[in-house]
């Protein structure tokens, strides 16, 4: 701003005030305060230089950021000239050296040489901390009014009572109608005096249980004014006391309604086993909130979540499974379904875990806090599951040798066939010749070894999608996919046959191990494993006529006028097991055999009484099956020797209450073991006796200390004496027998997935 010139009365004054350290300036009385003239100070306190002034400059730029100071003062400056006042003094906020700084301006109201009134303005910067405390003053004065504004708005009550001398400081609208007091009646009375209606502090009192920054929540019944009261307390500076606020909410109100909602929301979750999250749906990656399980499922504290994972899913859940959860998701958004799912997730030790996954869709409309989201509850299955994959593995492969067993070797070539029915492949069928002269020479636990190690050699001769069963106790069963032709099939039966006889030649006392092989060809012999393994086990019949350590390809013209069924080498092998079987030590063995070996488990338990009916000499042998309590029985399984008649239509449905608690006749050993029936009560003696039974031997089955039924062998000639290695062996098999049923039944039980 160019200096004005100036009067020859004023010229005297303003050289007086240039040299001034005090900011000065002089102004005429107008609309915009023009600047007449200002000392070196006054150019120094804004930090600008004189000749950045220009005339066109308006006095009211130097309150820029502060418009209503400077209207302020022009205001006043009206003011005092109109009322005759020749002083003025305020404070007000300038822009000085680049800072907001408060100053007080002092102005003195003088005539002009010209027209109108002049005002010389003197600028005093206050104290930069006085300037502070004055805004913080003012800042804090602010919150206090909306602090108190909130707290008189709040629905609840609020009380604040300080916490050395329990008077009330500070009560809401709400507070007092509770109370029912104004407020001039409440404030400096007790707390406990005036809410509780007590004479002393309340035993009850939070103020011990209060920490800088923390609230306690609780809830209590006022029993002078009949009230339930959700309460949070927190400790505050009330004015310089050391005080408590109240916040509280009575059992009528909607925010306790709400509160007792969520805690029991809460409680019900906390009874939930699994790990909780709520996801974004929007981006389907952002967790909004999850459960302590959940973290621990994850292996991840709170702090780990936020800053290694970010509260993304995306970061723990498996890359590959995540193109199927957003595609399962997406359809929940429309049909608005739950659904269930499996997923794997690494923990933060980058374990990989599954868990399965139950999603349920909430859109933004129906959410509280319009976000659409998936709620999710995760299980962590990977136990159960790798449980479960022993379990099938345990099914599918023989325990002995880790090869598949019958059942699972038929699935698994029947869905090959029929995934490939064009191909052309080749079922050989191995019978191990003289197998009974290894377990009889060198021991059965070698034998064992000698059928691991066959097994071993079949395995490094075959490719890797080929397979391998065991069938029987020596008998196996390769099937080569997908091969040339019959000639290739043919070779690599003569390959195996060379690898058997070679695999003990070189031991210490070596052992001649020699196969006899039947091929079957595919589509050619049969279109389905159960043609497939007739044809095969026909070639291996004829293989063992030519003299065994061979192996032959099926041929329909060379079996056409052959009985096969009395003569094949499953015949066969029946046929010298029962040889076998005639000693008693090996009775367990071969019925364990039969039962392994047949398809239909019926056919075989009729097999296995029949044959132990014999080789006991007995009259009757039969099982009972019993209904899930153990009250009733059923007789579902039955053999009687010549001249024995079948009772078994008379045996359903028996109640053993009515004979006098059967279960009770069996001992410890689970044997119920009768010489002389006329040693029973009378009403066993006229069960037994309508049925001929001279003597008996019955072994009991348990499943979980449930009496599930009995296995018996009755004599009617006359009174017999069982011996113990008889009563040894026909226990042993009617655990054998009992187990085969429990897991038949377990089978038949068993709902089939999809």
């Known amino acids: 701003m160019v200096q004005m010139k100036q009067s020859a009365a004023g010229s005297a004054d303003m050289g007086m005030m240039e040299d001034l350290q005090l900011a000065v300036s002089l102004h005429r009385l107008d609309d915009a305060l023009t600047v007449l003239w200002a000392n070196t100070a006054f150019y120094q306190m804004l930090g600008k230089k004189q000749e950045d002034f220009k005339e066109s400059v308006v006095f009211s730029s130097c309150f820029s950021d502060f418009i209503k100071d400077y209207q302020t003062l022009y205001s006043l400056l009206c003011a005092a000239d109109q009322h005759g006042q020749r002083q003025v003094k305020l404070r007000s906020s300038m822009r000085i050296a680049g800072a907001d700084r408060m100053v007080e301006i002092a102005g003195t109201i003088r005539a002009s040489e010209g027209e109108g009134q002049e005002i010389l303005l003197c600028y005093t910067p206050m104290p930069k901390l006085l300037d502070e405390r004055e805004q913080l003053l003012s800042t804090k004065q602010e919150m206090t009014d909306n602090f108190e504004w909130m707290m008189a708005a709040n629905t609840g009550n609020v009380y604040i009572s300080d916490m050395d001398t329990y008077e009330l400081l500070y009560v809401n609208k709400k507070a007092c109608d509770t109370l029912q007091a104004s407020e001039a009646q409440l404030l400096g009375r007790k707390c406990y005096e005036a809410i509780q209606g007590l004479d002393a502090p309340c035993p009850f009192c939070t103020n011990a249980y209060l920490k800088k920054n923390e609230t306690y929540n609780w809830e209590f019944y006022n029993s002078k004014l009949k009230r339930t009261f959700m309460i949070k307390n927190r400790m505050l500076d009330w004015f310089g006391h050391r005080s408590r606020i109240e916040l509280s909410y009575d059992m009528y109100s909607e925010e306790y309604k709400l509160a007792k909602k969520d805690q029991e929301r809460e409680a019900i979750l906390k009874t939930i086993p699994a790990g909780m999250v709520r996801i ?105 599951r790798l449980q479960m994959e022993k379990l099938r593995h345990k099914a599918e492969k023989d325990t002995l040798t880790g090869v598949y067993n019958r059942e699972t070797m038929k699935q698994q070539l029947q869905s090959y066939l029929i995934e490939n029915p064009k191909t052309v492949n080749a079922l050989i069928m191995v019978d191990t010749d003289n197998f009974k002269q290894i377990n009889d020479t060198h021991g059965h636990i070698t034998g064992d070894l000698v059928l691991s190690e066959m ?38 039966a003569e390959e195996l ?5 070679q695999l003990f030649s070189n031991e210490k006392k070596p052992i001649a191990v020699t196969c006899s092989m039947g091929i079957a060809m595919y589509p050619r012999d049969g279109e389905s494993f159960q043609e497939l393994y007739e044809c095969a086990d026909k070639a291996l019949y004829q293989a063992k006529q030519r003299g065994k350590n061979g ?204």
Request: glycine letters at 6%; aromatic letters at 12%; hydrophobic letters at 35%.
């Open 455 to 492: 097994v071993a050699g079949m395995k490094r001769n075959v490719r890797k999608d080929d397979l391998v069963g065991r069938i029987g106790g020596d008998e196996f069963t390769i099937f080569f996919k997908n091969i040339s032709s019959a000639t290739t099939a043919m070779d690599k």
């Open 280 to 384: 974004d749906a929007r981006d389907l990656d952002t967790i909004l909130w999850h459960n302590g399980i959940f973290l621990d499922m994850i292996g991840y504290t709170q702090v780990q979540l936020e800053e290694e994972l970010h509260f993304r899913c995306s970061k723990y859940v498996h890359l590959d499974d995540l193109p199927r959860i957003s595609l399962v998701c997406a359809g929940l958004k429309n049909t608005g379904d739950n659904a269930v799912l499996e997923a794997r997730a690494y923990t933060r030790s980058k374990e990989e875990r599954i868990w399965t996954v139950t999603l349920c869709y909430i859109s933004g409309e129906d959410s509280w806090d319009g976000i659409p989201s998936f709620y999710s509850i995760g299980l962590d299955i990977t136990k159960e």
């Open 551 to 754: 192996c032959c390809m099926y041929d329909d013209s060379l079996l056409q006028n052959q009985e096969y069924l009395q003569n094949s080498s499953l015949g066969a092998a029946i046929d010298s097991e029962q040889n076998y079987a005639e000693s008693q030590d090996n009775l367990a063995r071969y019925v364990f055999r039969i039962l392994y070996h047949y398809e239909h488990l019926d056919e075989a338990v009729n097999l296995v009484l029949e044959i132990v009916g014999k080789q006991f000499d007995v009259s009757r042998s039969y099982i009972f099956e019993n209904t899930r309590d153990g009250s009733h029985g059923f007789n579902t399984y039955e053999w009687c020797n010549e001249g024995i008649s079948s009772e078994m239509k008379q045996l359903q449905n028996v109640n053993y209450k009515e004979l006098g608690d059967y279960e009770a006749l069996f001992q410890e050993d689970h044997i119920f073991y009768c010489r002389d029936i006329q040693s029973l009560s009378p009403t066993l003696v006229e069960l037994f006796e309508s049925q001929g039974i001279h003597s008996t031997l019955q072994c009991a089955f348990y499943d979980n200390g449930i009496f599930r039924g009995f296995i018996g062998f009755d004599e009617c000639t006359g009174s017999r004496f069982w011996t113990r290695e008889e009563v040894s062996s026909l226990s042993l098999i009617s655990q054998i027998l009992a187990t085969f049923l429990k897991l038949n039944r377990m089978e038949a039980e068993t709902p089939v997935k999809e």
């Open 497 to 501: 046959l060379a690898m058997f006889q």
